[in-house]
Nanobody, 118 residues
Framework: QVQLVESGGGLVQAGGSLRLSCTVS????????EGWYRQAPGNQRELVAN???????NYADSVKGRFTISRDNARNTVYLQMNSLKPEDTGVYYC????????????WGKGTLVTVSS
């Protein structure tokens, strides 16, 4: 099993910054990728950014140049640095881990709310 706990959400004005953290624990040795997703009210959950165990990153077009995903392996923590925030970035941000052993399993955190005011 893998457990993920997000933190760092809150209320920020447009143009501001936040850093989200996702601490991963449990059977983490077979985790191949982690990612951040978000869900705005009335919308489906969407990918924001992900990072593989090799360090490759991928971003949604809407956040390229503003958001940065990174990992601190010593702390088993994945970060999402969010700069130049816009009201449309508002939503619940979820951390996801993909564990590959005999089969592939996705694990999700409970989410942290980000609200960007105009």
């Amino acid at each position: 099993q893998v457990q993920l706990v997000e933190s760092g959400g809150g209320l920020v004005q447009a143009g501001g910054s936040l850093r989200l953290s996702c601490t991963v624990s449990g059977s983490i040795s077979s985790i191949k990728a982690e990612g951040w997703y978000r869900q705005a009210p009335g919308n489906q959950r969407e990918l924001v950014a992900n990072i593989t165990s090799a360090g490759s990153t991928n971003y949604a077009d809407s956040v390229k140049g503003r958001f940065t995903i990174s990992r601190d392996n010593a702390r088993n923590t994945v970060y999402l640095q969010m700069n130049s925030l816009k009201p449309e970035d508002t939503g619940v941000y979820y951390c996801k881990a993909v564990r590959v052993s005999l089969f592939t399993t996705n694990y999700w955190g409970k989410g942290t709310l980000v609200t960007v005011s105009s």
